[in-house]
């Protein structure tokens, strides 16, 4: 089955690759971000950015991980615990500085991507000219400058060392025939680190040289200051999201969620812009009970007619929101069933021990 | 007042300080030997047991290369609470114990009689402390390396002892965390983990209500904090020849330990169950023949007079200590 | 036939009930001119007189059941809790140990001879008027007499383990204390609930408190009281109430904790502080305490099943629950028991090196009577054990007759004046 979906994957790569890239070499498709390595780590914030294997911390009972193994920070030694752990990304060893961070706190680290949700992407060089910023939990905003990591890979990276909320946008832009693709993405994660000040910070908001920009904001409540658990979403859940452009919220604009294998889902955002998509049901198991995260997409796209003879013909505005989905728990646990044996354990010991009491009971003649 | 009774108070303030601390930011660390279960999110310190657990899973060589550092303060810490504190924190701080003398308590309220073990029966029982000592260090050892050879055990053995104690589905329940109470069908390892886990929870439950501290007689931290008995600063010290054998302190004791009223010959009276309630002190109407320690100083210690007044009768005159010659230690 | 040994039995008793009046008289009227007692023994006095004067008025008058007890390892409380009267039923008269001799061998325990005269001849009332008399097969002399008692009073025995440190032997002896508990149950048609139970081993608690405010007392340097009368305060307590028996020991303690403040002594300090152990002393055979103290030794304490362990072991409340209060009350009346019948010994030798060393005693005397084979069984190794510590003894062998007075005089005599002069040699100050 899965066997299956990879060939059908693969030729629809070759398809691709050979047929359609070339005639449709204009469009750049969407632009997101995806966890990169120094994200994959046990017991890692949950990064709602785009994080293609995860891994899932298969130590815990069901895999959804508080506390990280331990107070003692060791940094080096991450990667090779996960593997550790039965699965997990042994190779995702990176050479980045030491920095002296809390336990389970992890740097905003993640790589640029362009392509078709559920279909194809690359990170291509021409991402280093993509613009990234990062807003921190103390309301701090700092500009990211792209730069390849490996060969194929563009990444921007932030220490994100204070504790809370971090949203990373990225843009890009891209003229091709005719057409002036203008590419948004948001992600968001949290971290632990050290308490925020509070001190008045210079106003910032001329970061973004890109505008109109067009996001796609996660409306998620935000789940509270303990960071010894991981909020992730699971299938089931919902997710509402609201479209700003310029700021504000756009209305009746379709927006569409691609499931990782492809699934979709069109939806009209309402007059404040915002709409919630139910996190349907993946294909996650297959003979055995697969854990890991799969990554879905919301995407919205704006097209705008020339403005004039002089300028490109059109301009396109896409953004996108890409999500790592966990298969939920109760795919493979249940509490009805922990409830009941809890309770005929109960009984049945406890009417063993009344009968053994009362077969024991002295005699008293 | 009754030690029992400042007992339940100090308990009562530990449990809510090791369950509910979080949420004020205290925090002891995550090497208390006691068992403040990690998966209570609110927590104000956490069990040893878990982050050794992981500790033991880590490779060979990594345990004592990269991470040896860590490792040894964390034992360090460790060992510096069960120096200070020792089986004190089984009869005083553990939340699990806690909640087994509200069980008790509860019992006590509604009026139904406690079971006791017969001797041979506990004296059956009391390897299985050391054994699931040994098995929460081996298994875990045989995720990260092969054991002699043979294959790797999965992630889903993964801090083991964690998956069977009855701390981790029922202490998070303090805050309202029932996530813990299921059964996990995705392999058959987590399967007969979970189901096990759900038994010994309505074990401990019942157990618990039936007879006085059911579980630490099986609970490996009590194995591992008797390393302590002997060095710890917290000690029970018995005087022979005061005591007549009657028996008192054997009755009350909530673990059932013989020695205690046997032995006669023996000073050190911390035995390896011995969770330093204090109540045989308590209940000994013999002066000093039973005394609590700090650093052999003795701080309590058995008298008639006490006796007398902790049972309910108080006597019109002041029955001193005596004999007043305390010429013999 | 019937009718011809009833006459007998008359005969006999009014024969026995004179003999007991007349020893009863002496006994007090040498007390009568004893100087320097405490005014609060009188009440102690009242009661062991009507032995003399009213032998039906020695109970308290109360309309309850009476239940009748031999050896120390009935526990009280039970009976209390039952709501009856418990009765100490030991006896130590002579008259009553001849009106009794008939029915034994040559050599045997003068305690249960006296027993079963009482019982027999029905010389004092109550001997044949309880409702229940309880006997815990302790030495081989109890265990037979259940039987001989068993003609004329309903009797109980209880089984008692001779090796109580195992785990059979405690659990055997919680299910006899419970097999009581149902027969007091059913004598008094009252249910021993939880709260009774409490509220008896209270009372007990209350007593017993008194008790061993009075065992620190005689502790003193001073010597308090004499050890004849501390014997008489707690042979009181065979036949008193508890509640009556504590607010009389309650008024003593008071007196002689004022003497104490006084400096008010009974006997001179130069007294060497003798212990006495061994056979129980039972009104009206005071012979030992009264010879030793004559002989100048000042009797300091005793371990002895009817004074000094009488009230001594204390049960203790764990939970209030009703398995564990029968538990503690099988458990102290069993456990500490430092009665010869048991099989270790180091208990009671461990006791007796204790108060040897509380009481500061110089001189051990160990008393048996003749045909107390425990003690005397029990006796040879222990006095080994503790002329290895260094204690001076004497054994005295005697039965309740007071024809071997004149020799045991001269023995305890020299016995005291070797404890002077030992005395003398380490030093001490006369
Ligand atoms: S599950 Fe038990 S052993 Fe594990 S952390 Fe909780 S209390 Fe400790
Ligand atoms: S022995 Fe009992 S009190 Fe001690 S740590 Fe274990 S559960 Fe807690
Ligand atoms: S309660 Fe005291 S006297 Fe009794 S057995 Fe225990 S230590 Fe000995
Ligand atoms: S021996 Fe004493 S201190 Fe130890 S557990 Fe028993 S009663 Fe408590």
Redesign the pocket.
């Known amino acids: 089955m899965i066997k299956r979906t990879r060939y059908l994957k693969g030729i629809l790569c070759c398809l691709y690759i050979f047929l359609i890239a070339p005639l449709a070499a204009a469009d750049p498709g969407y632009l997101w971000l995806e966890a990169g390595p120094q994200m994959r780590r046990m017991g890692g914030g949950d990064s709602e950015g785009a994080m293609q294997s995860g891994n899932t911390n298969s130590g815990m009972a069901h895999g959804r991980p508080v506390a990280g193994p331990n107070a003692p920070p060791r940094p080096a030694s991450h990667a090779r615990q996960v593997s550790a752990d039965g699965h997990g990304a042994s190779d995702t060893q990176s050479k980045s500085p030491p920095e002296k961070r809390a336990a389970m706190s992890h740097p905003a680290h993640y790589t640029l991507r362009l392509g078709w949700p559920a279909a194809a992407s690359a990170s291509c060089e021409t991402l280093l000219t993509a613009e990234a910023s990062i807003l921190r939990p103390d309301g701090s905003a700092q500009k990211l400058i792209p730069h390849l990591e490996t060969p194929e890979a563009v990444r921007i990276r932030d220490a994100a060392l204070i504790q809370g909320r971090y949203v990373i946008s990225a843009s890009f832009d891209q003229t091709t025939g005719d057409t002036h693709y203008r590419l948004f993405t948001q992600a968001t994660m949290r971290n632990t680190g050290e308490k925020p000040q509070r001190h008045p910070l210079p106003d910032q908001k001329d970061i973004h040289t890109r505008v109109p920009r067009f996001l796609i904001e996660d409306l998620s409540p935000d789940p509270g200051k303990n960071f010894a658990r991981v909020h992730r979403k699971y299938t089931g859940d919902k997710l509402p999201v609201r479209l700003l452009l310029s700021e504000a919220p756009v209305a009746n604009q379709p927006v569409t969620l691609t499931t990782a294998s492809g699934w979709r889902q069109t939806l009209t955002t309402d007059e404040k812009g915002e709409a919630t998509f139910a996190l349907i049901k993946e294909s996650f198991h297959d003979n055995e009970i697969n854990k890991r995260p799969v990554t879905y997409f919301v995407t919205s796209e704006i097209r705008r007619p020339a403005h004039s003879r002089q300028g490109p013909r059109g301009e396109v505005l896409r953004s996108t929101l890409a999500l790592l989905v966990y298969p939920s728990p109760l795919d493979w646990e249940s509490r009805s069933a922990g409830l009941y044996a809890l309770f005929l354990a109960m009984a049945a010991i406890g009417v063993v021990t009344a009968i053994r009491r009362r077969q024991r009971k002295r005699p008293c003649a | 007042m009754r030690i029992d009774r400042i007992r339940l108070i100090v308990q009562a303030f530990c449990f809510v300080f090791l369950i509910y601390g979080g949420i004020l930011g205290f925090s002891i660390g995550n090497a208390v030997p006691t068992m403040a279960c990690i998966y209570a999110e609110d927590r104000g310190g956490a069990c040893f047991l878990y982050p050794f657990q992981r500790f033991m899973s880590l490779p060979l060589s990594t345990l004592i290369g990269a991470t040896i550092l860590p490792f040894l303060i964390y034992l360090g810490t460790f060992f510096l609470w069960g120096l200070v504190f020792g089986k004190a924190f089984c009869g005083w701080i553990c939340p699990l114990g806690f909640l087994q003398d509200l069980l008790t308590r509860a019992r006590q309220f509604l009026g139904i009689d406690g079971a006791r073990f017969r001797w041979a029966s506990r004296e059956r029982f009391q390897w299985v402390k050391y054994a699931l000592l040994a098995l929460l260090i081996l298994i875990p050892m045989g995720i990260g390396n092969s054991l002699g050879g043979l294959p790797k055990l999965s992630g889903d053995w993964a801090v083991p002892f964690c998956q069977i104690c009855p701390g981790k589905p029922l202490l998070p329940l303090f805050s309202g965390d029932t996530s813990h109470l299921l059964i996990d069908f995705s392999s058959p390892v987590k399967l007969a983990l979970t189901s096990l886990l759900m038994f010994l929870t309505g074990v401990f439950l019942i157990g618990g209500f039936v007879k006085r501290r059911w579980f630490c007689l099986y609970c490996p931290m009590a194995a591992l904090l008797s390393l302590f008995d002997r060095i710890g600063f917290v000690g029970l010290k ?1 005087k022979g020849e ?9 009755r009350a004791c909530p673990m059932e330990i013989r020695e ?3 032995e006669r010959d023996r000073k050190h009276m911390v035995t390896q169950d011995c969770i330093l309630c204090m109540r ?1 002190v308590e ?4 002066n000093k ?2 005394s609590a320690t700090l650093l052999g100083f003795p701080v309590f210690s ?1 008298s008639a007079a006490g006796f007398l007044k902790r049972q309910g009768c108080a006597p019109p005159l002041p029955i001193e200590d005596f004999p007043h010659d305390s010429n013999s230690n | 036939m019937i009718q011809i040994q009833t006459d007998r039995d008359e005969k006999q008793a009014k024969r026995l009930s004179l003999h007991l009046a007349m020893s009863v008289r002496e006994i007090f009227d040498r007390l009568a001119l004893e100087q320097n007692r405490p005014e609060a023994m009188a009440p102690f006095d009242t009661l062991f007189k009507k032995f003399a004067e009213a032998p039906d008025e020695i109970l308290p008058s109360r309309p309850v059941k009476k239940v009748g007890l031999y050896c120390v390892t009935v526990p009280e409380e039970l009976v209390y809790a039952a709501g009856a009267l418990p009765v100490r039923l030991c006896a130590g008269s002579t008259d009553a140990a001849e009106a009794g001799e008939a029915l034994f061998p040559d050599v045997s325990c003068p305690l249960v001879k006296a027993a079963v005269g009482f019982t027999r001849t029905g010389a004092l009332g109550f001997y044949r008027g309880c409702d229940l008399v309880v006997i815990p097969a302790t030495c081989d002399w109890k265990v037979k007499l259940g039987d001989l008692l068993s003609r004329h009073v309903p009797v109980l025995m209880l089984n008692v383990p001779k090796h109580k440190t195992t785990e059979t032997a405690r659990l055997f002896w919680y299910d006899e204390i419970r097999r009581l508990c149902r027969a007091l149950e059913k004598l008094t048609k009252t249910r021993i609930t939880r709260g009774r139970l409490r509220a008896s081993i209270s009372l007990i608690h209350e007593a017993q408190a008194e008790f061993r405010r009075f065992q620190e007392l005689r502790a003193d340097d001073l010597c308090l009281i004499s050890g004849r009368d501390a014997v008489e305060v707690a042979n009181a307590w065979f036949y008193m109430d508890a509640a009556s028996w504590t607010g009389h020991v309650r008024c003593l303690n008071e007196e002689l904790a004022k003497r104490k403040q006084r400096g008010l002594g009974v006997m001179p300090k130069s007294a060497p502080r003798v212990l006495l152990t061994g056979s129980p002393v039972i009104f009206p055979n005071w012979k030992i305490p009264v010879l030793i103290e004559d002989s100048g030794g000042a009797l300091v304490c005793d371990e002895l099943c009817s004074s000094g362990r009488l009230l001594w072991d204390m049960a ?1 409340i764990d939970e209030p629950l009703y398995d564990d209060m029968f538990d503690a009350l099988a458990d102290r009346s069993l ?2 028991c430092t009665c010869p019948v048991f099989t270790d010994a180091t208990d009671r030798r461990v006791k007796l090196l204790r108060m040897i060393r509380d009481y500061r005693v110089e001189g051990v005397v160990h008393h048996v009577l003749k045909g107390c084979h425990p003690y005397d069984m029990e006796l040879r190794p222990l006095e080994a054990e503790l002329a290895a510590a260094g204690v001076s003894q004497l054994k005295i062998e005697t039965d309740y007759s007071p024809e071997d007075t004149e020799p045991l005089r001269t023995r305890i005599e020299a016995f005291i004046e070797t404890l002077k002069g030992r005395r003398l040699k380490m030093g001490g100050a006369l």
């Open positions: 018995k005061a005591c007549t054998r009657c028996g008192n302190c054997y205690i009223a046997d045989c209940v000994c109407p013999e023949a039973l058995a | 203790s456990m500490p």
